[in-house]
């Protein structure tokens, strides 16, 4: 069964922490890993990931796939309150039938702590 | 701005009732999602539109109806054939295919009474 696993499922930090956000996956056809940020409502983009090794970074939040042991993580440093989010995992592959498909993973409950 | 809009933000309903969820994008997307979010489970996908005019079911399409009648428009049905339906609800649209970025509208909260 194709599945997205994010551990953990919720995080408790103080400003100032660097926290390590995991996600792994099962699908037959990789083809691409989203992350996205969720306050409340829409979620917004942050990076998307098809090769493995290459780290992507964008000011304090960085991510990096590994495509041999599937996974990815989300490294956020030096956090903030505004920090404070659901962080999305979803994969896009395609499927055993030929057809595309995005599964998200449970999500990460962060809550940054002043 | 370009961006995606739904409405109602939120949303009552007596069981045994339709309800027809807002998605409206101005991006020039060709493909429109319908998503479900509940509590601890990410999110699951409802119906998607590659095109104009044509639709397919997704994961848990039971007691949903669709429409995609103009590309900026992909409105979501909740029947009263649909068991569970609170919750929120999240639609997306994008340029690329499955595999690229998909931007979100605020959502919509469903709350069957």
């Known amino acids: 069964e194709d599945k997205v696993v994010q551990s953990p499922l919720s995080l408790v930090v103080h400003e100032g922490d660097t926290v390590t956000l995991n996600c792994s996956y099962e699908?037959?056809?990789?083809?691409?890993l989203l992350w996205y940020k969720q306050e409340k409502k829409a979620p917004t983009f942050l990076f998307m990931l098809t090769s493995s090794g290459i780290e992507k970074k964008s000011g304090r939040l960085s991510s990096i796939l590994d495509k041999k042991e599937l996974f990815s993580i989300l490294n956020i440093t030096a956090t903030q309150t505004g920090d404070s989010a659901v962080y999305l995992c979803a994969v896009g592959y395609l499927s055993s039938s030929n057809t595309g498909k995005l599964i998200f993973g449970q999500g990460t409950t962060l809550q940054v702590k002043p | 701005d370009g961006g995606i809009t739904q409405s109602p933000k939120y949303l009552f309903r007596k069981e045994g009732q339709n309800v027809t969820l807002s998605c409206e994008q101005n991006?020039?997307?060709?493909?429109m999602y319908w998503y479900r979010q509940d509590p601890g489970q990410g999110l699951r996908l409802i119906y998607y539109?590659?095109?104009?005019?044509?639709?397919q079911k997704g994961d848990i399409a039971e007691g949903y109806s669709v429409s995609r009648e103009k590309k900026e428009s992909f409105p979501l049905t909740v029947t009263s054939a649909q068991k569970n339906p609170t919750a929120f609800y999240l639609c997306?649209?994008?340029?690329?295919?499955?595999?690229?970025?998909?931007?979100f509208g605020p959502g919509t909260r469903l709350t069957v009474l």
């Open positions: 991006l020039n997307h060709d493909a």
């Open positions: 699908v037959t056809n990789f083809r691409s």
């Open positions: 539109s590659q095109i104009v005019n044509d639709f």
């Open positions: 997306a649209s994008s340029a690329g295919g499955w595999y690229n970025e998909q931007f």
